[in-house]
C-alpha cells in the first residue's frame, strides 16, 4: 500500500511539473518589450502540405531588441512564413527584402504592458487551478487507497505532504508571475 500513496505522490508532483511547463510556455510567447524567437513558436507554416512548426522551415534570430528575422532555407517560402506569421495573429506585421522576413517590434505603451500584465495574471491563475485540482483528484485517491484498509494517520500523512507539494509549486507559480510581471513593466 505505501508503494501506492508514494506513486500517488509522484504522480501529483510531476503533474503539477507539466502544469509549471505548459505555464512557461504560454508566458514565452507574452512579449515583454524586447524581441525573442520564442515570440514566433506558435507559428506553423504550411510546408509542401505539411504543417510544420516555422523554427524547422527557417533561422530565426534577433539582430537588435526589437527585430526578429526569419531566414527561410527556402526562399519561396518567404511570403508563406509571412502569411503565416499574419495568420497567427500575435500583432505583428512582418515584410520581406527578398531574403528574409523582418517583424520589427514595437515599443510597448504603458497601458499595453498593463493588459499584458492581466493576460500573465490570467494565466497564473489557470495554472494554480490546474495544481488545486490535481491536488483534489490526489487526494481523492489517497481516499481510495484509505477505504483499502491503510490507516487513517498514513493517509492524513500523505494528504499533508500532497498539500506541501501544491504549496510548493503554487509558490513556484508566485515566483513566475512576479518575474514576468517585473520584465513586462520594465521600461
Known amino acids: 500500500m505505501n508503494e501506492e500513496i508514494?506513486?500517488?505522490?509522484?504522480?501529483?508532483?510531476?503533474?503539477?511539473?507539466?502544469?509549471?511547463?505548459?505555464?512557461?510556455?504560454?508566458l514565452?510567447?507574452?512579449?515583454?518589450?524586447?524581441?525573442?524567437?520564442?515570440?514566433?513558436?506558435?507559428?506553423?507554416v504550411d510546408y509542401y502540405g505539411t504543417l510544420t512548426p516555422l523554427s524547422q522551415t527557417a533561422?530565426?534570430?534577433?539582430?537588435d531588441s526589437q527585430t526578429i528575422t526569419v531566414q527561410p532555407f527556402d526562399k519561396t517560402?518567404?511570403?508563406?512564413?509571412?502569411?503565416?506569421?499574419?495568420?497567427?495573429?500575435?500583432?505583428?506585421?512582418?515584410?520581406?527584402?527578398?531574403?528574409?522576413v523582418i517583424v520589427n517590434i514595437p515599443p510597448l505603451t504603458e497601458e499595453r504592458r498593463r493588459d499584458?500584465?492581466?493576460?500573465?495574471?490570467?494565466?497564473?491563475?489557470k495554472s494554480k487551478v490546474s495544481c488545486r485540482n490535481i491536488r483534489q483528484k490526489s487526494n481523492d485517491e489517497l481516499k481510495r487507497?484509505?477505504?483499502e484498509g491503510v490507516s487513517e494517520d498514513i493517509i492524513r500523512d500523505a494528504e499533508d505532504n500532497i498539500q506541501s507539494i501544491t504549496n510548493e509549486f503554487t509558490n513556484k507559480?508566485?515566483?513566475?508571475?512576479?518575474?514576468?510581471?517585473?520584465?513586462?513593466m520594465r521600461v
Open 6 to 26: 508514494n506513486f500517488c505522490l509522484d504522480l501529483a508532483r510531476e503533474q503539477m511539473q507539466e502544469s509549471i511547463n505548459h505555464l512557461e510556455l504560454n
Open 28 to 44: 514565452s510567447k507574452v512579449r515583454a518589450g524586447k524581441a525573442s524567437p520564442q515570440m514566433l513558436r506558435s507559428v506553423v
Open 59 to 63: 533561422n530565426i534570430a534577433t539582430p
Open 77 to 100: 517560402m518567404i511570403s508563406i512564413i509571412e502569411q503565416a506569421i499574419l495568420d497567427a495573429q500575435l500583432g505583428f506585421n512582418p515584410s520581406n527584402n527578398g531574403e528574409k
Open 116 to 125: 499584458l500584465v492581466k493576460q500573465v495574471k490570467i494565466e497564473i491563475e
Open 145 to 147: 487507497i484509505g477505504k
Open 173 to 184: 507559480i508566485d515566483g513566475i508571475y512576479s518575474a514576468k510581471e517585473a520584465d513586462i
